[in-house]
Structures are given as C-alpha cells and as structure tokens.
C-alpha cells in the first residue's frame, strides 16, 4: 500500500514557476514509477511526465517538453515536478501516481495509486 500526497500547487502569475512535490508512504517506494497528471475543468485527466523506478528514465507530454521537469528522491520518498515558464493552459489539478509498471507509464489505467491533487492556477 502506497499513500501519496501532493503539495505546493497555488496562485501563479503567467511565466511563473512552481515546484510541486509529492510524499509518498511505505517502504517500497523506490519499486514504483512515479508521474504526474492534470485534469482541467470540463477536461479528461491528461498525462504530463513520468519516471521510472530507477530515476534512469524521464518522460513527458510533448507540449510540456523543455518547460516541466520530474525528479525523483528516494531517501525522501518524494518526487518532484518543477514547472517553469507557466502558462494559463497550464491551470489545472495535478495528482501525482505511483505504478509497478515498467511500461505505458503516459496511461493513467498504469497506476495502481495515486494522491488527492494539488490545484495549480495560472493567471494571465
């Protein structure tokens, strides 16, 4: 059982930046893959980067390239993603999830836990 909760999500002006972090509980954390995703008012929720177990390995959604990056601390159960150059697009609930998958980790269907979100809101 993993227990995930978010943090750092707020009120951001556009071409601002925030860092959101994402503790997770038990043990076995560094076992699971870790991404984030969005969901925006009215939208479906949308995959935004991925790591793997290992840290090795890095993935994200092509918008969100060169902007977004995820990291990963396993002595601190915590990963991270650190948004830069933030856009009003970019306003939206962001949940962080934990998967035992090695693969599709852009599928939300991938993840076996996952945390109550942190609101990020970016103004023009």
């Known amino acids: 059982q993993v227990q995930l909760v978010e943090s750092g999500g707020g009120l951001v002006q556009a071409g601002g930046s925030l860092r959101l972090s994402c503790a997770a509980s038990g043990r076995t954390f560094s076992s699971y893959a870790m991404g984030w995703f969005r969901q925006a008012p009215g939208k479906e929720r949308e995959f935004v980067a991925a790591i793997n177990w290992r840290g090795s390995r890095t993935y994200y959604a092509d918008s969100l390239k060169g902007r977004f990056t995820i990291s990963r601390e396993d002595a601190k159960n915590a990963v991270y993603l650190q948004m830069n150059s933030l856009k009003p697009e970019n306003t939206a609930l962001y949940y962080c999830?934990?998967?035992?998958?090695?693969?599709?980790?852009?599928?939300?269907?991938?993840?076996?836990?996952w945390g109550q979100g942190t609101q990020v809101t970016v103004s023009s």
């Open positions: 999830g934990a998967s035992i998958r090695f693969e599709g980790l852009g599928l939300g269907a991938s993840y076996d836990y």
